[in-house]
């Protein structure tokens, strides 16, 4: 063979590309035009008729690494991709991670660094890959053929069957491929979290731990991510050991890789939509779910409110049924505690608004609906798919798989609050088929729509139960909500778009921003949610508390020197007000504040100068790797930090 014929495709980035990669022009030219070429070269069968690619393995982290190797040696067993051959390139000897990537699909393996002698056998890897493809590739075929024949009788029957199996066949695996490249875009493990922290937490550590996630009081500001991970993974191990949760048996260290990867997943820099808050929204789940008596609590005197023997006849529409345990199953209540953690995963930082204006990637993947949200739970989906819970999104494996993907899937998606109203309509519709008996209980289709929709009211209602906190915690959780918001106007004014009253600084003091919140949103869906789970009914009386208390130091005199009315529109820029024309729907452009002509003038100008402005353009959305310092708040960098394009490996190509 030609050397000449065959590429080189380096994949590095330029703190570690070195003079050795001169060495590979000697036997190779160099080709510039580079730009996305991974993934082309992935996607196109009819690329380069041979090519190495040689994965540097300092660009990667192990995991990513890892992963790449099997992306390609998957699309290239699903023949999308031939005669490629990847060939890790790394300055460690050590033989157990030679053969680890030998494992995962590399098929050799070069020292740093490049010799010539090495160089000029390079092709020969091609040679070898081919012939192992080919290989494959025949044994597919004759699988295929095995199958044509047991089902078809004609000829041209099976000719059809084959094609239709094989144009199938690539659609699961590009899609496969295309899921994977995606998430990898935002997955950037870290590789410097010392996970031998969390197995370093004392008892008694542990123990305070279970006691703060038993009781409402949870304020996990003070706890570091270790001790994040921690709550996690306790509150995890203690749903899968509930009496039908046993036989998915999962090692605690499988547990941690999870609850690890979950952690790494979230915006360390997002001042509100953190790993913190995740967890928050997992301990209320948890929390509610114990008040409604379908799970134990970790610390049973931690909430002397939640008692084993609360009464629990107040649920009327159950009717026979003592409980809400004989229709949330334990499988359920895993599946929604899991949302729980990863229904913000990956979150930049600003809001469903700002991506649908401003054309970002990914408002264009969803087609501007619940981006962010339709966004969360894929990345989280694949996340499971990728760790010890891989079982349980198996369509093959397990009877449970529809329901389990239904109560995860749905249950992020109902926390868009673009669609709050919405929401909130749909459960009063359940509470009054509920209530008139409407529902029949021996259709299961039926009664699993409504266990759904009850896991989105319990997610929802704790996605926003911060405001339903005692007061000291409720505030510090506005504080920090305010200070993503104004973020997140700083960056509409550095763009040239108009900024809501919510996200501009100065314009709406915290008393408003909560009042109006809680009044408008937080009250209306707790109000409703508690006519069918009464349980949630003291976190009503504990968001009108609150209020009280905000109302209070509204009158008190102070020197925040904002606006002090609680407009509609210091409820949450997720929101568009209603009484601006018909702008009620969904993801379109955000309202202009109407109080006065000048103000809606000013506006107007805004949104006009911002179509003259072009934006920056911005391949890809704003995640970068959470440092192991997480959610320390660096008051200095916060906007800036924060909007960090996604730093991705360079690649050149050698032919
Ligand atoms: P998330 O983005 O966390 O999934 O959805 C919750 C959204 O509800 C937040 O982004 C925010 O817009 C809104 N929200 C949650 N808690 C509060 C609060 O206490 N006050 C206000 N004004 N909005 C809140
Ligand atoms: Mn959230």
């Not at 393995?57 to 992963?67: H, I, M, N």
């Not at 023949?79 to 030679?98: F, T």
């Amino acid at each position: 063979m030609d050397a000449r014929r065959c590429s080189v495709l380096v994949v590095t980035d330029a703190e570690h590309s070195d003079d050795s990669f001169s060495l590979l022009h000697t036997v190779f030219s160099y080709d510039p035009d580079i730009v996305g070429v991974l993934q082309s070269f992935i996607h196109n069968k009819e690329g380069k008729p041979s090519t190495l690619v040689l994965l540097d393995d300092q660009a990667y982290s192990k995991r990513s690494l890892f992963d790449t190797l099997e992306s390609i040696q998957f699309a290239t067993h699903a023949g999308l991709l031939e005669h490629a051959a990847p060939i890790v390139y790394s300055p460690s000897n050590s033989s157990d991670y030679m053969m680890e990537c030998l494992d995962h699909g590399a098929i050799d393996y070069v020292v740093k660094p490049l010799r010539q002698e090495v160089v000029n056998t390079l092709f020969l890897n091609v040679i070898r890959s081919s012939t192992q493809q080919h290989r494959h590739l025949q044994k597919q075929s004759s699988a295929f053929a095995t199958a044509r024949s047991s089902v078809d009788s004609t000829e041209t029957e099976g000719d059809m069957w084959k094609a239709f199996k094989q144009r199938l066949l690539s659609v699961f695996e590009i899609n496969h491929n295309l899921i994977h490249q995606h998430v990898s875009e935002f997955f950037k493990p870290s590789n410097d979290q010392d996970r031998s922290r969390v197995k370093c937490i004392s008892s008694e550590r542990n123990s305070e731990l279970k006691t703060r996630l038993s009781s409402w009081s949870f304020a996990p500001f003070d706890l570091d991510h270790y001790e994040l991970i921690q709550c996690v993974f306790l509150v995890l191990q203690h749903v899968l050991a509930l009496p039908d949760l046993q036989h998915i048996a999962i090692s605690d260290d499988d547990l941690y890789d999870f609850v690890f990867d979950v952690g790494n997943m979230y915006q360390s820099l997002n001042p509100y939509h953190n790993f913190r808050h995740a967890v928050d929204v997992m301990q209320a789940t948890y929390y509610f779910v114990c008040r409604a008596g379908v799970v134990s609590l970790m610390d049973p005197c931690a909430a002397a409110e939640i008692s084993p023997n609360t009464p629990r006849g107040r649920y009327s529409w159950l009717k026979n049924s003592a409980s809400l345990k004989h229709l949330l199953f334990p499988f359920d209540i895993l599946a929604l505690i899991l949302a729980s953690i990863g229904h913000d995963v990956g979150h930049p930082g600003v809001n469903n608004v700002f991506m649908i204006r401003t054309a970002t990637p990914l408002a264009l993947i969803y087609n501007d609906r619940s981006v962010l949200e339709s966004f969360h739970a894929m990345v989280f989906f694949n996340i499971l798919q990728r760790h010890c819970f891989q079982p349980l999104t198996e369509w093959q494996t397990i009877p449970e798989y529809t329901r389990f993907r239904k109560i995860v899937v749905h249950s992020i998606l109902a926390t868009d609050m673009g669609l709050h109203d919405d929401y909130v309509n749909k459960i009063q519709g359940q509470w009054e088929r509920l209530n008139n008996s409407q529902v029949d209980t021996t259709n299961q289709a039926q009664v699993d729509d409504e266990i759904i929709l009850i896991c989105g009211s319990i997610i929802k209602c704790a996605d926003i139960s911060n405001c339903a906190r005692p007061f000291p915690v409720a505030e510090k959780w506005a504080q920090v909500l305010q200070k993503e918001f104004h973020e997140q106007g700083d960056l509409e004014k550095e763009l040239g778009l108009s900024v809501l009253p919510i996200n501009d600084r100065g314009k709406i003091s915290l008393e408003d921003f909560q009042l109006g919140f809680k009044k408008n949103v937080a009250a209306k869906l707790f109000e409703v949610v508690t006519n069918v789970l009464p349980d949630f009914d003291f976190a009503v009386k504990n968001i009108y508390d609150n209020c009280l208390i905000w109302e209070e130091r509204k009158q008190r005199p102070h020197d925040s020197g904002v606006g002090t009315e609680a407009t509609s529109s210091a409820v949450s820029s997720d929101f568009e007000v209603t009484d601006v024309g018909d702008q009620s729907a969904h993801g379109r452009e955000p309202l202009q504040e109407p109080s006065s002509h000048e103000e809606s003038t000013t506006n107007r100008d805004a949104s006009n100068q911002q179509q003259r402005m072009p934006l920056p353009r911005r391949q890809s959305i704003l995640v970068e790797v959470p440092s192991q310092d997480q959610d320390k708040e660096s008051p200095g960098d916060g906007l800036r930090g924060r909007r960090l394009h996604v730093k991705s490996p360079c690649h050149c190509i050698l032919q």
